[in-house]
């Protein structure tokens, strides 16, 4: 399958995946799990937050550094890279949100709706970034009338409007749909079709039941 040698949507989710980090590091102390696990762990705890979080950071600055100088498929992989470790410390971040919330001893409930908030962004943001990643390259070779496997049927595939033939997803539409995604916690704009998209919303839904419902609501439980 012959690819561009770079797109401009690369570049634009190695930006919104700096904005995840800019929150991740914004929200390092408040979601830390530190305070919830055994003395013994606490060490093992804090190196790994504090490591997932520089090396998540390192890894945005290359991805964006390296947009001009590499090839698509080699900046993909490290997109994947930068992608597995920024998922994981959303978990982290997703837990240590959880632990505040239901152990945390004075629990101020303002600042728990922002946290919600600003890891609810950053779910939809990774997740963008994730569909664009491993779909865009993809949609491109079917424009082009390659023999393809597309991970996401769009409404302007199957339904055959005019002028929409050619059309690809770009920024915009994997945004929109990993946003309602989040927010109705099931696919509502697109199809997954192959067996990494389907995993990568069954991921995000979960993680979005947990902020949306269990936080929010426990949230909006202590203002009242």
């Not at 920024?86 to 949100?97: A, E, I, K, P």
């Not at 569909?131 to 597309?150: F, K, L, S």
Request: charge should be positive; proline fraction near 5%.
């Amino acid at each position: 399958m012959r690819e561009e040698s770079r797109h401009p949507l690369d570049l634009a989710f190695g930006c919104a995946l700096a904005l995840i980090s800019a929150i991740d590091f914004y929200t390092a102390r408040s979601l830390s799990l530190v305070a919830y696990v055994e003395p013994h762990l606490v060490k093992v705890v804090q190196t790994l937050e504090v490591g997932v979080s520089i090396v998540c950071a390192l890894g945005v600055a290359g991805l964006i550094a390296t947009w001009p100088l590499l090839a698509r498929p080699a900046h993909r992989r490290l997109m994947f890279a930068v992608l597995t470790l920024q998922t994981l410390g959303l978990t982290l971040d997703v837990g240590g949100l959880l632990a505040s919330t239901l152990f945390g001893k004075r629990a101020n409930p303002i600042y728990l709706l922002l946290e919600a908030a600003l890891v609810h962004i950053s779910t939809v943001l990774l997740f963008a970034a994730w569909y664009a990643a491993i779909d865009h390259h993809r949609q491109v070779a079917r424009a082009r009338g390659e023999a393809t496997h597309q991970r996401f049927g769009f409404p302007q595939h199957s339904a055959r409007y005019p002028g929409y033939e050619a059309w690809v997803p770009g920024f915009v539409d994997y945004l929109t749909f990993a946003f309602t995604t989040s927010s109705s916690l099931g696919p509502a704009e697109a199809l997954p079709l192959a067996k990494p998209a389907k995993l990568l919303v069954t991921l995000q839904v979960s993680l979005s039941l947990v902020i949306l419902l269990v936080l929010a609501a426990r949230a909006i439980g202590l203002i009242g």
